[in-house]
């Protein structure tokens, strides 16, 4: 994917950040770091800790590594974009886009893309959904704050402990079916995975629990599907506006619909995650993958 010829030497990884998201977020940046070192970089790694950058002298262009709140949400991109240093991933407007849900579920609405149903809940709403469905908070990523409730009765702690994150909640019909991820990588899209979890919930221990979880790579699906599943992923990332990497999750019906849950435009990049697995799966290298992303790098 990438040429053996660098417009950038010395770079710099960004990992931890000040999000509930930091430890995953050290463990992509130092496989990042790791991996920009094999493929012939300089690499300076940067644990940031506050909404702040440091940049050290000399620093040609910066890998985001960071997840969540000020990592995938445009203020990192934004105090970048100030500095004209380049920098991996999507603008700041749609990366605001992309991890508020709100945003990016109304763009879904108004682009044809198909996604559940959902509302938008502020303490006191009423949810006129019917049951089984899912509640989040708009801005968190990593499965947290999410529950899925399959009745009146499950409701109210659900609610009252997905609403402490962001001051709303979204809620949307339950999809039954498979969990299915499409990366992308500049133009290029992945295999689709299927993620198979215990008792068909992909929460944050099926996530990150030892074992908790399979992967099918690429997964068991008709041609007809596989390719469905690769156009929807690339036009929800156009329609965000994205750039340079970002993974699809989806759930895909007995019937064969599919519907998209959201876009992560700053996805896990340990060499086990998701998206350098479906890499993988293409026959790109996780070495040869880092460097791809960061010669994408630039001040949008």
């Not at 509930?20 to 300076?44: H, M």
């Not at 989040?136 to 659900?158: E, H, L, M, Y």
Request: charged share 20%; proline share 6%.
């Amino acid at each position: 994917m990438a040429s053996k010829i660098r417009k950038f030497k010395k770079v710099a990884v960004l990992k931890g950040g000040p999000s509930s998201e930091r430890e995953i977020s050290l463990k992509s940046g130092a496989a990042v770091a790791k991996g920009l070192k094999a493929a012939g970089y300089e690499v300076v790694e940067i644990d940031v800790r506050e909404r702040e950058l440091d940049i050290p002298d000399g620093v040609e262009a910066v890998f985001i590594a960071l997840h969540g709140e000020f990592g995938e949400d445009g203020q990192v991109q934004s105090l970048l974009e100030a500095r004209k240093i380049p920098y991996t991933g999507s603008n700041p407007a749609s990366s605001r886009a992309s991890f508020d849900k709100r945003l990016s579920k109304a763009i879904f609405i108004q682009t044809g893309i198909p996604t559940a149903p959902y509302e938008v809940l502020a303490p006191g709403s009423q949810m006129t959904l019917p049951y089984p469905v899912v509640i989040k908070p708009p801005c968190q990523g990593s499965t947290i704050g999410i529950f899925k409730v399959n009745s009146q009765a499950g409701w109210d702690a659900a609610f009252q402990e997905s609403l402490k994150y962001d001051g709303e909640v979204i809620a949307e019909t339950f999809i039954p079916g498979r969990e299915l991820t499409v990366g992308i990588v500049g133009e290029t899209v992945l295999p689709a995975i299927e993620i198979l979890a215990p008792d068909g919930w992909y929460d944050f221990t099926a996530k990150y629990g030892k074992g908790q979880s399979r992967h099918l790579c690429p997964a068991p699906l008709t041609p007809a599907i596989a390719n469905r599943a690769r156009e929807i992923a690339l036009e929800t990332f156009r329609a965000l506006g994205c750039h340079g990497l970002g993974r699809v999750d989806f759930r895909l019906t007995d019937a064969g619909q599919l519907y998209v849950l959201e876009l992560n435009n700053i996805p896990g990049f340990t060499e086990t995650s998701l998206l350098p697995e479906a890499a993988h799966a293409a026959g790109i290298g996780f070495a040869e993958l880092c460097a791809t992303i960061m010669e994408m790098a630039r001040v949008n």
